[in-house]
């Protein structure tokens, strides 16, 4: 696809449909299941290939293999045969730092290869500090894709350019690019996600103030952000909302965050058909049988259920695929109060229960509410009932901590 039709498509759908989707595949079952699925292109980036290995992202920015060679190999085999038969863009992902490659011969074999527009990935926006200045020092730093983008644009092919802040953004801008998309870091969530990301919040304002930048230079150039906090359609629909985004690059949120989760509910479907009940909530969000789970209530019946054990917010994200962020906050609305808060009044409620209703020792009472650690359980009891355990059996009164919520054992 020529580059001045390319970003006519893109304009068009985003005037019929408000913004674009670009998917990031590492394989060609992923980029034809994203294709029926109605996304606008695919971009062959290593990264992908690296998510197809069960490893992380920041895989695709080390020596572990010729990132140039390996985009080059799935894409020609697995994605490109098919795409071709349909005039469908797929993105080729440079690592223009490569000393190996002259730069304009890859370009112009990007074209005869039949990719239509290329992107700067990996890219060296995604390190910092001492390593990253002596990069820049080596003349390997992310001048050089600026130059490649400049370059493709001479070339009259269509450059999509990743920037990391402002200064980035308008030396992409000033380069020719025809899209922008602002990274907003290692995508969070899942088995191999990034532990810290930037928070939305951040994102949104971040995104807003390179947007409005760019703009003053190019207001044709079309603004896409990816990456970071962006794990969920939800949190896709924040920068919608919030800023002049019009597209959005989806990775790990499409090919591994739900892959991740189809496939180990599914297992562990098949392992316990027993467990599955289609009318319990928790069932049906570890099975993936909920289009649009109803995420808050189930963290609340998790709670009720499994309160004996040891619960984490970080595990409920990591089985739904959710933020932490997007999950407390859902919660918030849902209960009135934290996760954290919910989960120890439940279990004070409960131990109130046992207290007055057996004559089980202390200890085991601690045990049964959730707490190894007696003294913890007793600091905590008396934080939130007022007195001890031991003065509430012999004077217990009534609790009502959680108003409104239905006791169930």
Same mark, same amino acid.
């Given at each position: 696809m020529k580059r001045t039709e390319f970003v006519g498509l893109l304009k068009s759908i985003i005037n019929i449909n408000g913004h674009t989707l670009g998917v990031a595949a590492g394989n060609g079952m992923v980029s034809h299941a994203?294709?029926?699925?109605?996304?606008? !292109?695919? *971009? &062959?980036?290593?990264?992908?290939?690296?998510?197809?290995?069960?490893?992380?992202?920041?895989? %695709?920015?080390?020596?572990?293999?010729?990132?140039?060679?390996?985009?080059?190999?799935?894409?020609?085999?697995?994605?490109?045969?098919?795409?071709?038969?349909?005039?469908?863009?797929?993105?080729?992902?440079?690592?223009?730092?490569?000393?190996?490659?002259?730069?304009?011969?890859?370009?112009?074999?990007?074209?005869d290869y039949g990719f239509s527009g290329v992107i700067n990935y990996p890219t060296i926006g995604c390190f910092d500090g001492k390593f990253r200045t002596a990069l820049e020092n080596a003349g390997l730093g992310y001048e050089k894709e600026v130059e490649g983008i400049r370059l493709?644009?001479?070339?009259?092919? !269509?450059? *999509? &350019?990743y920037a990391f802040d402002k200064e980035q953004a308008l030396k992409?801008?000033?380069?020719? %690019?025809?899209?922008?998309?602002?990274?907003?870091?290692?995508?969070?969530?899942?088995?191999?996600g990034a532990n810290q990301f930037?928070?939305?919040?951040?994102?949104?304002n971040l995104a807003n103030d390179i947007f409005t930048a760019i703009d003053e230079i190019n207001p044709?150039?079309?603004?896409?952000?990816c990456s970071g906090p962006i794990q969920t359609p939800l949190d896709a629909r924040a920068f919608y909302q919030h800023t002049s985004c019009q597209g959005i690059l989806v990775g790990s949120g499409i090919e591994r965050l739900p892959v991740e989760r189809a496939v180990m509910n599914t297992t562990k479907a098949f392992k316990s058909p027993g467990d599955f009940n289609e009318k319990d909530i928790i069932s049906n969000v570890l099975?993936?049988?909920?289009?649009h789970p109803d995420y808050a209530r189930f963290m609340v019946e998790y709670i009720k259920k499994n309160y004996k054990q040891t619960i984490r917010l970080k595990d409920i994200s990591a089985i739904t695929h959710m933020s932490i962020s997007r999950l407390s906050v859902l919660f918030k609305e849902y209960s009135g109060t934290s996760f954290t808060q919910y989960l120890i009044?439940?279990?004070?409620?409960?131990?109130?229960?046992?207290l007055t209703s057996s004559d089980k020792q202390m200890k085991e009472i601690s045990t049964l509410v959730g707490y190894d650690d007696y003294s913890q359980f007793v600091k905590m009891f008396r934080k939130v009932i007022g007195m001890t355990p031991q003065e509430y059996r012999l004077n217990p009164v009534t609790v009502s901590l959680l108003k409104g919520e239905k006791e169930d054992e």
């Open positions: 994203c294709i029926k699925g109605g996304a606008d !292109f695919i *971009l &062959a980036m290593n990264a992908g290939r690296f998510r197809q290995m069960g490893q992380s992202a920041f895989a %695709a920015f080390f020596g572990y293999s010729d990132a140039n060679q390996m985009v080059i190999d799935f894409a020609t085999r697995e994605i490109l045969p098919f795409t071709e038969l349909t005039d469908y863009p797929v993105i080729h992902g440079i690592f223009m730092q490569d000393p190996s490659i002259h730069i304009l011969d890859m370009l112009k074999e990007s074209i493709a644009h001479f070339l009259d092919i !269509f450059t *999509l &350019a992409m801008a000033l380069a020719g %690019a025809d899209a922008i998309c602002i990274h907003l870091g290692i995508t969070g969530g899942g088995l191999v930037m928070s939305l919040e951040y994102a949104l044709e150039i079309i603004k896409i952000v099975n993936g049988m909920q289009e009044y439940y279990r004070m409620e409960k131990a109130c229960l046992l």
